[in-house]
C-alpha cells in the first residue's frame, strides 16, 4: 500500500497542507502533479489498497476547472480518498461537493473531506503564514482521526448545481525586469502564456499565481491598483479567523 497525493498546486500552498495530512500517514509518499500540462494523467492508475488524498485550491469557491477535468483522467479503481481544499480565509462554497462529484466519478470511495486554509495566493494579508503551528497541530490530529475511517463520508457541504464560476479577472504580466527565461510559460498549468512574447491569454488565464511565484526575477505581478480594490471587497469576508474543517 502506498499514500498518493494527487495535488493541484500552483503556489504551495495547497501541497503544503496535503503533505501535512499525507506525510503524516506515510514518511514517503507518491505526487501526482496536477498542475503539469505535460502529464497525461489516463495513465494514471491508481491501486484499491493506496490512501489517496486529493487536494486542490478553492478559486472563487470553485475547484479549478482544469484540475478537476485532469482528476476525472485518473483511474480511481476503488481506492478510498481523503478530499481537502484549501481556501484563503473567505469561503469554501462549492468546492469539496464538486471534488466529491468528480473524485467519485474517477472511481475512488470518498471516506474524509478537509477544509483547510492557508495563505491567499494574491492577497498575503489574509490568512498570512497560513497553515501555522497551530494548524499543523490540527491537522495532524484530523489525519489521526481519517486513519482509521474505512466507510464512506457522512455528508459534504455544498450546493448543486454548483455556484456560477466567475473569469479570472486578474492576470499577471511581465515588466521591464523580465529576462524571457521561459520559466513562466513553460510551468504554466494551462499554457496561458505565449513561449516567444511572454504574454498571458486572458481567456485562458486562471489567476492561479505560479508564473508570478516561479518567476526569478519577480518580474510578473498582477494590476496593484485592481489587487487593492479586490482586497477592500473581500475585507470583512476575510477580516475573521476561519478554522480548518474535518468531514468524517
Not at 506525510?23 to 507518491?30: F, I, K, L, N, Q
Not at 478530499?83 to 464538486?98: I, K, P, S
Amino acid at each position: 500500500m502506498s499514500v498518493v497525493e494527487i495535488v493541484f498546486s500552483p503556489t504551495g500552498g495547497t501541497e503544503k497542507v496535503a503533505h501535512l495530512l499525507g506525510g503524516h500517514w506515510s514518511e514517503s509518499t507518491v505526487k501526482i502533479d496536477l498542475s503539469d500540462a505535460k502529464t497525461d494523467f489516463t495513465q494514471c492508475s491508481i491501486d484499491k489498497e493506496d490512501r489517496v488524498l486529493i487536494a486542490m485550491p478553492s478559486f472563487g469557491g470553485r475547484a479549478p476547472a482544469v484540475a478537476i477535468e485532469r482528476l476525472k483522467k485518473i483511474a480511481g479503481n476503488g481506492a478510498k480518498c481523503t478530499l481537502v481544499c484549501v481556501y484563503g480565509n473567505r469561503a469554501y462554497e462549492d468546492t469539496l461537493v464538486e471534488m466529491e462529484d468528480a473524485a467519485k466519478e474517477s472511481g475512488f470511495q470518498v471516506i474524509a473531506a478537509v477544509a483547510a486554509v492557508a495563505e491567499h495566493s494574491i492577497m498575503h494579508q489574509y490568512a498570512a503564514g497560513r497553515p501555522d503551528t497551530s494548524d499543523k497541530k490540527q491537522l495532524e490530529q484530523f489525519a489521526e482521526r481519517i486513519a482509521g475511517k474505512t466507510e464512506a463520508v457522512a455528508a459534504i457541504p455544498g450546493n448543486r448545481p454548483y455556484r456560477k464560476a466567475g473569469g479570472a479577472g486578474l492576470v499577471p504580466k511581465a515588466d521591464k525586469r523580465c529576462t524571457k527565461c521561459g520559466l513562466c510559460a513553460e510551468s504554466c498549468p494551462v499554457q496561458a502564456i505565449d513561449p516567444v512574447s511572454f504574454k498571458a491569454d486572458a481567456k485562458k488565464c486562471i489567476s492561479c499565481m505560479r508564473c508570478a511565484k516561479q518567476c526569478p526575477e519577480k518580474a510578473r505581478a498582477v494590476n496593484g491598483a485592481m489587487v487593492s480594490l479586490a482586497a477592500l471587497a473581500l475585507k470583512k469576508a476575510c477580516s475573521v479567523r476561519k478554522e480548518n474543517e474535518l468531514y468524517l
